[in-house]
């Protein structure tokens, strides 16, 4: 075993190393975003809208995604779809290219959150401005989209900040899939050293940086529109 | 027995008290009248120290503090000379009323839990709440929360009890009996300081008025001397601005 | 290898993966006590702005929100292996790093984890218990240890009842990452009988499966919990 301290040396050496590779993580970070909350607003909205049938799947849906551990989900679909894909029509995707079975993963486990977000909030918005916008003269979706959904979004804001950051530090485990991310670098660029320490001491800190980025983000974002529309 | 002398507080730039000194003697019930953020409640509040005041000495019974060089244990000591009751009421939420009354005398008065409840239940009776020994303050109304309040100081046995504006958050019908229940205690012979709005009732409950204006103390005096003799201008406008007016009836 | 589903192996999961469910509960369950020692003792540090302390504090609590939980994981796990030897050689002690029970290094993590995240909580639960009420303690004779011991703490703790219960549910979940440090989890539980014939498919839903029930029904009974608390106190309105 050799010298095991803490070496600051290191810490500068790989930074660069591993910096580059920070794009992989926003990029399941930001798929996740953009096709779960897509997800999200179907399911939301049969909730809302209680859909025989669908409905009670979607309760199904969100729960199971609320249950159990990203990792199990995202190997779960990973080993499901070659099985169905292989035995149903006959194509082995076992060779695809992994990164899209992680980001369908993340997509769909952000969406079983994002429905619950969702729904919470247009629930939060009183039911009489729903009444208020009829008698004005809108239809329900022109209520939704003008009156309920802008107020709603104000409610889901500061959840939705959470979501992401904790979606954030979970696009860490797809190194677990072999993706070679932040932390799946690591063990790459520490290889000829020995030393991981300084790696994970990197990994830490621009995931730290990333986080109050977000914050910082969500906490405009809500400033801004908190003014605009405030539900008292 | 209660002696205050220069007693001075800013907030930040603004000098909310700019030296004020009056003094009570035993059994007296004084009010302190003034507008909203003349000081007067900020004043109340020093006098057990949940506000510390920048400089003064306070005296109460045989108690004496320097605001300038006092220790936490003279403050808790202060403390034991006083008993409080809140404008918005602040009853522990999450205790019952018996609890409310007792939880200062088992902890701060050090008295036996089963004497600490028979003093509450007494007590609350006499405020006419025995049915509601065990509601939580958010099953109570405005008006019986305060009744539990006063309940609460006057378990205390203090050497005075402070009243911040007793009435002022309560609906204006039930206001009145509260007035009543604060009369009744000030004729038993505690002693009181109490801030109100009430001229009224400052005029019949008290036997001594301070009137306070931007952090001084315009006029003291007898209610008499004060709401009917004044000849400060600044008490008059204050007073024909309150919608006082003189009823023969409430003076006998 | 078929590609069918195999059921009876599945049960097999199912069963390995199930005697690990104790494994994720007291993983959890001494994560998030600590957490909640810890946490409360932050969160105290932070609103009563003790000297230096709550300064230090504020940037810890900054920075590490945001690392991932397995980052933390392996971070100690790291540690451990390069300097639990050296320690007990020093204190001459016979326990190596292999003997060690590596669930243990997963609830030191972790309880650091839950001690930030839950130090949030409890200061915003703090917070919002009403100025007065720290005036009604004061007033009626109570120390500022005696204020918070019997009437600040009861009052914010019920307001920071859902979050615990989201930091118990989570901590159990995060029983699947501690598996990558070699603790044997429901995840690794169900595994094990996968890893003999490369039968992932069924281990990994036994996992699911096993994780979800779990779950779902560890959250039905914190949601009775939580009324529970809820109507303990309530806002005069």
Not at chain 2, 43 to 68: F, H, W
Request: net charge positive; charged share 20%; proline share 3%.
């Amino acid at each position: 075993m050799g010298e095991k301290y803490f070496r600051w040396d290191y810490v500068l050496d790989y930074f660069p190393k591993l910096f580059e590779k920070l794009p992989v993580t926003l990029s399941i970070v930001l798929m996740a975003t953009l096709f779960g909350s897509i997800i999200a607003v179907f399911v939301a909205f049969i909730r809302l809208e209680r859909i025989p049938v669908l409905n009670q799947l979607c309760v199904v849906f969100v729960s199971f995604m609320r249950s159990t551990p990203i990792i199990v989900q995202m190997f779960l679909l990973f080993f499901g779809s070659v099985m169905i894909f292989n035995t149903l029509f006959g194509i082995n995707i076992i060779t695809y290219n992994k990164i899209w079975f992680v980001y369908a993963a993340y997509a769909l486990n952000l969406s079983g959150f994002m429905a619950e977000i969702f729904r919470g909030a247009i629930l939060g918005v009183p039911k009489k401005q729903m009444d208020a916008a009829i008698s004005v003269g809108h239809n329900r979706r022109q209520a939704y989209l003008h009156i309920i959904i802008p107020q709603a979004a104000v409610i889901a804001l500061p959840t939705l900040g959470y979501t992401i950051v904790a979606l954030l530090q979970d696009s860490t485990l797809a190194f677990t899939f072999g993706i070679i991310d932040v932390i799946g670098a690591i063990n790459g660029v520490s290889a000829s050293t020995g030393h991981k320490l300084e790696g994970y001491f990197d990994a830490a800190f621009m995931f730290a940086i990333l986080a109050i980025l977000v914050e910082k983000l969500f906490g405009f974002l809500e400033k801004k529109t908190t003014h605009q529309s405030r539900i008292t | 027995m209660i002696e205050v002398k220069g007693l001075k507080k800013a907030f930040g730039q603004n000098q909310v008290l700019k030296g004020v000194g009056f003094h009570v003697n035993e059994g007296d019930v004084m009010t302190l009248l003034g507008v909203s953020g003349s000081g007067k409640t900020t004043l109340i509040r020093c006098l057990n120290y949940l506000e510390s005041p920048d400089e003064g000495v306070i005296r109460i019974d045989d108690r004496t503090v320097d605001a300038q060089k006092i220790t936490k244990k003279e403050i808790i000591e202060l403390r034991k000379k006083t008993a409080m009751v809140f404008q918005t009421y602040d009853l522990f939420l999450n205790l019952n009323a018996l609890q409310n009354v007792t939880e200062g005398l088992i902890r701060g008065g050090k008295i036996p839990k089963p004497d600490a409840e028979d003093i509450a239940r007494d007590l609350l009776e006499k405020v006419g709440l025995s049915a509601k020994l065990e509601s939580k303050p958010y099953q109570l109304s405005g008006g019986e929360q305060q009744r539990v309040g006063i309940a609460r100081a006057l378990a205390l046995c203090p050497k005075v009890i402070l009243f911040d504006e007793p009435t002022s958050a309560l609906d204006p019908e039930v206001i009145g009996e509260i007035l009543d229940i604060i009369k009744a205690v000030a004729r038993s012979g505690v002693t009181m300081i109490i801030v109100t709005h009430e001229m009224e009732f400052a005029f019949s409950v008290s036997n001594k008025v301070v009137f306070i204006d931007q952090g001084e103390i315009v006029e003291e005096g007898s209610p008499r001397e004060v709401f009917l003799e004044s000849s400060q201008e600044r008490t008059k406008s204050f007073l024909a601005r309150s919608n006082f007016r003189f009823q023969p009836e409430y003076y006998l | 290898m078929s590609t069918v589903f195999d059921f009876d192996f599945f049960i097999e999961c199912l069963k390995s993966g199930a005697a690990r469910i104790p494994v994720n509960l007291y993983v959890a369950a001494a994560s998030v006590f600590f957490g909640m020692i810890f946490g409360l003792i932050i969160a105290l540090i932070r609103v009563f702005r003790v000297p230096v302390l709550s300064p230090i504090f504020r940037w810890l609590v900054t920075i590490l929100k945001g690392v991932p939980v397995i980052l933390m994981l392996l971070v100690f796990y790291v540690l451990a292996a390069d300097y639990f030897n050296l320690i007990m050689e020093y204190f001459g002690i016979d326990y190596t790093f292999r003997q060690l029970n590596k669930a243990i290094i997963a609830i030191i993590a972790l309880s650091v984890l839950s001690s930030i995240g839950l130090s949030e909580s409890f200061r915003g639960a703090l917070a919002s218990v009403k100025k007065g009420q720290y005036d009604a303690a004061y007033s009626v004779w109570l120390t500022k240890r005696q204020a918070l011991v019997y009437v600040i703490i009861p009052q914010a703790f019920p307001i920071a009842v859902p979050t615990l219960c989201n930091y118990i549910i989570g901590m159990i979940k995060a029983g699947a990452l501690a598996a990558m440090i070699s603790v044997v989890d429901i995840m690794n539980g169900a595994l094990i009988p996968a890893n003999a014939n490369y039968r992932y498919l069924e281990g990994y839903t036994a996992a699911a499966l096993i994780y979800w029930v779990v779950c779902a029904t560890l959250e039905k009974v914190l949601n009775i919990a939580e009324k529970r608390f809820a109507s303990k106190v309530r806002e005069v309105a």
